[in-house]
């Protein structure tokens, strides 16, 4: 099963761009990777996603590696409104073939002024 | 469009009561999930309809728990007898496409008190 790896927890101040590594050893070959937010009392929101090498949108980016073991969310100049739980999502593979999504821990960002 | 959209926003009853929780997809959306999330143990899978038919319940807990979605537009999660350990935030969440490459959206939650 594939299975998603983050640190708890990172703090940042304001400005700086924050990097967080999400890694999934199992992932499948036509399983794709996706990133949500999640604010207090709101269900988790979709930020970015991606299959290999990089994606970038307007609120962050997204690097794969060509192994895509792994990945990493970047987000460019961080504010106190960014302070929040962010997870990796990839597929789970079921015995009977279909996919599932299960969600990690997930890290919590904490933005500092 | 006003995303998914759960009802109701909160729900307080006593144990051994029945407690129905509602959903309704974004319109066209064909994969439905519903998630539980507390403190202890995140955000759990429960089950997930592809269009219209129950493709995992892996996630349920137990007989209490039931699930279903009569039409494409409507699911209904339901907890019959509830109990306090049933305390939580239930999210719906709709996607379009195959599950593994379609981002979810989810609905605003419903947070259920068991007292």
């Known amino acids: 099963l594939a299975k998603t790896t983050q640190p708890i927890s990172m703090d940042s101040y304001e400005g700086q761009e924050v990097n967080i590594t999400c890694s999934h050893n199992n992932i499948a070959t036509n399983d794709y990777i996706t990133w949500y937010q999640q604010f207090p009392s709101q269900g988790p929101r979709f930020i970015i996603q991606g299959y290999k090498t990089k994606v970038t949108n307007e609120v962050a980016s997204l690097f794969i590696p060509a192994d895509r073991k792994s990945s990493t969310l970047s987000l460019p100049r961080v504010s106190l409104s960014d302070t929040a739980v962010y997870y990796c999502?990839?597929?789970?593979?079921?015995?009977?073939?279909?996919?599932?999504?299960?969600f990690g821990k997930g890290t919590m960002l904490l933005v500092s002024p | 469009d006003a995303g998914v959209i759960q009802s109701p926003r909160h729900e307080v009853t006593e144990m051994g009561q029945e407690v129905t929780l509602r959903c309704k997809p974004i319109?066209?959306?064909?994969?439905l999930f519903w998630y539980r999330q507390t403190m202890m143990r995140g955000l759990e899978l429960l089950i997930y309809f592809n269009n219209n038919v129950p493709i995992d319940d892996s996630g349920m807990p137990e007989d209490r728990f039931s699930a279903k979605m009569p039409n494409a537009s409507f699911s209904t999660l339901k907890i019959q007898p509830s109990e306090p350990r049933d305390s939580a935030v239930y999210f719906c969440?709709?996607?379009?496409?195959?599950?593994?490459?379609?981002?979810?959206?989810f609905g605003n939650g419903t947070r259920l008190t068991v007292t």
């Open positions: 999502l990839v597929g789970d593979r079921m015995n009977s073939g279909y996919s599932t999504l299960t």
């Open positions: 969440a709709s996607s379009f496409g195959q599950i593994n490459n379609s981002p979810l959206h």
């Open positions: 319109s066209g959306h064909n994969s």
